[in-house]
């Protein structure tokens, strides 16, 4: 076997292959030349610097396996190593204590101006009064985010006296009772916190999830901390908070592009910045090293990987009657995550008809993969679906029933919040995708990739116009309209499939509508 290191990596990395494996470092390769060499090598390991596309991809016609040590695989086409049978695996936990010690260094050298003293000293001042600190005890730390590193966070600050709050709607109550982390919503977190620190992913949902709107119901003597990811955070808006002193400090570790050597966070000392320092610490490299090296032997060797990234390989005689529904059941992962309200508890998976004669686990991970994308790093397959659910303190139930009324074959989901019960069920008709069931309303609507608004209302004349030109006001077309009710002149849901997603205002407008119960926009 031949393994190719194509980034620095610790020498405890490279003592863990060596016995295993013929092993090339060919650090610094440009594209071209890595694409020329690769078809000689069963595994790639790489940090961030080298992109893997799709070209070399196709051109490893050997490779078993992709090795990312670290967290994050945006630098690798994921979707073309699947496509040619390739894993992808990655060092999640590797650098999850590091990340959390800078968080905490941050919060702390922005409460006591640490990096502002030492400048104006070194430049031959000294000026005990201008930088009167604060203490962390006592003071409240919000913590967006409860994965691992904010799970880890939240047992440093426990050390330090702090009052944890935080949100993550995918986080058991239970489990954030075992953190001492007391579970809010993001406006109550915003309003209350002394410090305020990120650590989710970032997606089209969270991306400027802290922007001008948020900045304005914070404390003006908030300080705001971020490792996890570079556009969490409206840089501008931030800037500007600061600047008028709405905003007391912040700490950004992270930014919207790498390397980044100029910024309008650079403008203000109280703004302090580092170059992405979450990983860089001697232990976090050498352990990010350990896991993906002990992961490549694992797979060169035949045996399944601690962190896989992409999904396992689907035995053929059963990849023909699962694949359309993989994508359903992914479907409707996204489609109740988006629809439930207050933290979740439980996930239930219902299979009837005929796909309940098959092993389902690869459904189960495309539901959980669906309901966790949006607010976590961590693909779902189905070699980590039980170990990221039980991370996470969600009990999954899966049911089969052999017998199917409507349809010949229905999965439905059944996600148990802190406000209540939210159910999806969807099936495939002619190879296509089709959501038939919303709660306790039946219907059939084709998930196109758009956008989906979703309005609980009684059923009567001239309210579903009144929603019409509410979207046509804000120039927004409407491809297909659903209607499924319970009773004439009783509850009923309309469903608008839209070319463009309804601002917040006009989803508001809607709901203040006589007899509107909800309104709830989706993206599918």
């Not at 009064?129 to 880890?152: C, D, P, Q, W, Y």
């Not at 935080?166 to 977190?189: M, T, Y």
């Not at 916190?193 to 709107?213: E, Y």
């Not at 700490?251 to 302090?272: G, K």
Request: charged residues 20%.
């Amino acid at each position: 076997m031949k393994v190719i290191i194509a980034d620095e990596l610790s020498e405890e990395g490279i003592k863990i292959l060596s016995p295993h494996a013929e092993v090339d470092v060919k650090t610094g390769l440009k594209p071209e030349e890595l694409i020329a060499i690769i078809g000689d090598y069963d595994a790639l390991i790489v940090r961030s610097q080298t992109k893997v596309t799709a070209d070399v991809i196709r051109a490893g016609k050997k490779l078993q396996v992709i090795a990312r040590a670290g967290v994050g695989v945006d630098n690798v086409d994921v979707d073309e190593a699947t496509q040619h049978g390739i894993i992808v695996v990655n060092a999640p936990t590797g650098n999850t204590i590091s990340a959390a010690e800078h968080t905490i260094a941050l919060m702390l050298a922005l409460a006591r101006n640490i990096p502002q003293a030492n400048a104006v000293l070194r430049g031959g001042e000294w000026k005990r009064s201008a930088f009167m600190g604060t203490e962390v005890r006592n003071k409240t730390l919000g913590i967006l985010g409860l994965g691992n590193v904010g799970s880890e966070v939240a047992k440093r600050a426990r050390g330090l006296q702090m009052k944890l709050i935080g949100h993550d709607p995918f986080i058991s109550v239970e489990h954030a009772r075992n953190l001492q982390v007391e579970l809010v919503p993001v406006k109550q977190l915003l309003k209350e916190s002394d410090f305020i620190t990120l650590h989710m992913p970032l997606t089209s949902s969270t991306k400027g999830f802290i922007g001008a709107k948020e900045l304005a119901t914070v404390k003006p003597t908030v300080r705001i901390i971020n490792t996890a990811r570079g556009g969490l955070i409206d840089d501008e808006a931030l800037a500007k908070a600061v600047k008028e002193k709405r905003v007391a400090g912040a700490a950004i570790d992270v930014f919207p592009t790498e390397p980044c050597t100029q910024s309008v966070l650079f403008e203000d000392d109280r703004i302090i910045v580092t170059p992405h320092l979450g990983a860089s610490t001697t232990e976090a490299q050498a352990l990010a090293a350990s896991d993906v090296a002990e992961q490549v032997v694992d797979i060169l060797q035949g045996k399944p990987p601690r962190y896989p990234v992409n999904a396992p390989f689907i035995p053929s005689e059963t990849l023909s009657a699962l694949a359309p529904f993989i994508k359903v059941a992914a479907t409707l992962g996204r489609l109740v995550s988006q629809l439930a309200e207050g933290q979740t508890n439980a996930v239930q998976i219902k299979y009837e008809g005929e796909i309940s004669n098959y092993d389902t686990n690869t459904l189960k991970a495309a539901v959980l993969g669906g309901l966790l994308e949006g607010i976590s790093e961590e693909r779902v397959n189905l070699v980590n679906a039980n170990i990221v659910a039980a991370r996470r303190g969600l009990t999954v139930v899966e049911q089969k029933e052999s017998a199917c009324e409507n349809y010949a074959s229905l999965i439905t989901v059944e996600v148990t919040t802190s406000a209540g019960t939210t159910i999806g069920a969807g099936t495939v008709i002619h190879g296509e995708s089709h959501i038939v069931r919303i709660n306790n309303f039946w219907m059939d609507i084709v998930p196109t990739g758009g956008y989906f608004l979703f309005c609980n209302h009684k059923d009567r004349p001239g309210l579903i116009g009144a929603a019409g030109k509410i979207t046509g006001d804000a120039d927004i077309n409407i491809s297909a309209m659903h209607l499924s009710r319970l009773k004439p002149r009783g509850d009923a849901l309309m469903i608008l499939a839209l070319d463009e997603p309804l601002p917040e205002a006009k989803q508001q407008k809607i709901l203040s509508l006589p007899d509107v119960y909800s309104v709830k926009q989706a993206k599918l």
